[in-house]
């Protein structure tokens, strides 16, 4: 349990620090928790050891070891680009560690969520994981809009919780246990086990914004600071689809006749609806929020084969898709920061004035679209050649018609920046040193990862951990 033991020293030395530090120095809070968090990701690198703990409740392995490191590694990147934001708003409101806390809290329920070995540790961590990041979506209290985002996150997020459980009981009621490893060896294929999966998996499509689990994202991520938004789309939903993969391919593996169906007619939709509606929006909060819809349509592709392939293929997508989006949110909220714009049309004639965020906002968006030679090239290749084992040509032909739809209104943001002129252009401005690295950061990311060869390997390798 380093990584929750060392995560909740930090949340405790950052209470310690709210009562220690007087009033007109609690600003210092943001360079202390990006350095207690900095020095935890660093630990999450040593070897630990593996193996369950309270009964089978609390398990880990190296896969879920390796991908608590890469929720660490997005969770510090975000930190770094939201850094000049926090301290803003501390210096208006005089309180330093709230938004830590309940930050840090929502990362610890997902190392619970992710190492669960049984339902109710799941679920625990999985409210956990999602209570902090509603109160955080309401953070900008002196907005209506950030209030509207936190009350819409609560009500949808419980609404999805009851199915969840609902789906869970009716699991417990004919396998007769909570454990996953008891569930897998009882588990048939009656009525009431196909009705509770079905809730299940709805309560997990609202995390991941599934279609037609998705009508929250988009308001949400425009009323709610960038930073929560960004934190939804990529360290929420990254947990969400990797304990769902783990319950998938293991304890729900004798469902698979049903799950594969279900996966395959969720992907395709989410795939067009998430693209097509992406076509019409001019904010860049709800452009990006059905851009990451449609994302998790092209990961739904890599659960289909239900094996190493499958799991390789889903961990390295959301690791390069962490750096692709965080780069994308990143450019963003520096713009947001300093000029108040998060509209399309703001961005036109940025590179004369900007021009090394538009080539950040560039790679990632070139990333999220899958163009060469970039990281998301490759990490959809891998998508497609998931699905393509197992002969789903179809689906592979598909995902293709929804990459070249996504390309076109990519491109939209990309020629506003490099073709078009404005009167009113976002003027030159300088960010501060944390911004800066954590888009340096993103932007060596994309550029590596996808040339880095081995890393995928390595993964697959970790894969066969979970079999």
């Known amino acids: ?81 939201s850094a000049d934001w926090i301290e803003e708003k501390i210096i208006q409101q005089q309180r330093g560690t709230e938004f830590f806390m309940l930050l840090f809290s929502s990362l610890l329920g997902m190392y619970f969520m992710i190492s669960a070995g049984d339902f109710l540790m799941f679920y625990l961590g999985l409210e956990l994981s999602m209570l902090p990041v509603a109160a955080l979506a309401a953070y900008e209290t002196t907005k209506r809009i950030s209030s509207e985002s936190g009350i819409k996150l609560i009500l949808s997020a419980a609404l999805a919780s009851g199915v969840t459980l609902f789906g869970v009981s009716m699991l417990y009621a004919t396998s007769g246990s909570i454990y996953f490893a008891d569930i897998v060896e009882a588990i048939s294929s009656d009525n009431l086990t196909i009705l509770g999966f079905v809730l299940f998996f709805a309560g997990l499509g609202f995390k991941i914004s599934l279609v037609p689990f998705h009508l929250w994202t ?10 929560i938004a960004s934190y939804l789309s990529v360290i929420s939903k990254g947990a969400a689809v990797f304990i769902l993969m783990i319950l998938l391919f293991t304890v729900l593996k004798p469902l698979m006749f049903i799950w594969e169906n279900m996966v395959y007619i969720l992907a395709v939709i989410t795939m067009f609806i998430g693209n097509l509606f992406a076509l019409r929006q001019q904010n860049m909060k709800r452009f990006l929020a059905f851009s990451s819809i449609a994302q998790a349509g092209f990961i739904l592709l890599g659960l289909i084969p239900g094996n190493a392939l499958g799991t390789a293929t889903v961990v390295y997508f959301v690791l390069i898709y962490v750096f692709s989006n965080l780069a994308a949110f990143g450019v963003v909220q520096a713009i947001s920061l300093h000029t108040g714009k998060e509209q399309m049309k703001d961005y036109e004639g940025l590179y004369r004035t900007n021009p090394n965020l538009s080539l950040v906002m560039m790679l990632a968006l070139f990333s999220l679209a899958g163009i060469p030679p970039v990281a998301g090239f490759f990490g959809k290749f891998f998508l497609f050649t998931a699905a393509a084992s197992k002969g789903y040509y179809l689906l592979v032909f598909l995902a293709v018609v929804n990459v070249t739809i996504s390309l076109y209104y990519y491109l939209l943001v990309v020629r506003a920046m490099f073709l078009r002129q404005s009167e009113t252009a976002i003027p030159y401005f300088k960010s501060k040193i944390y911004m800066k690295l954590g888009l340096l950061i993103t932007a060596l990311g994309i550029l590596v990862l996808g040339l880095y060869s081995p890393l995928y390997d390595f993964i697959h390798e970790l894969s066969n951990s979970i079999f």
């Open 1 to 81: 349990m380093r990584h929750e033991i060392i995560l909740l020293a930090v949340i405790l030395l950052l209470v310690v620090a709210e009562v220690s530090i007087s009033s007109n120095k609690k600003s210092s809070v943001v360079h202390l928790a990006i350095f207690l968090f900095g020095i935890h990701t660093i630990a999450g690198f040593f070897k630990p050891d593996y193996g369950s703990l309270f009964g089978g409740m609390f398990h880990t392995n190296a896969l879920i070891h390796f991908f608590k490191n890469v929720l660490n590694i997005g969770v510090l990147i975000l930190l770094l680009q």
């Open 218 to 227: 988009a308001d949400v991520y425009e009323g709610a600071p960038i930073s």
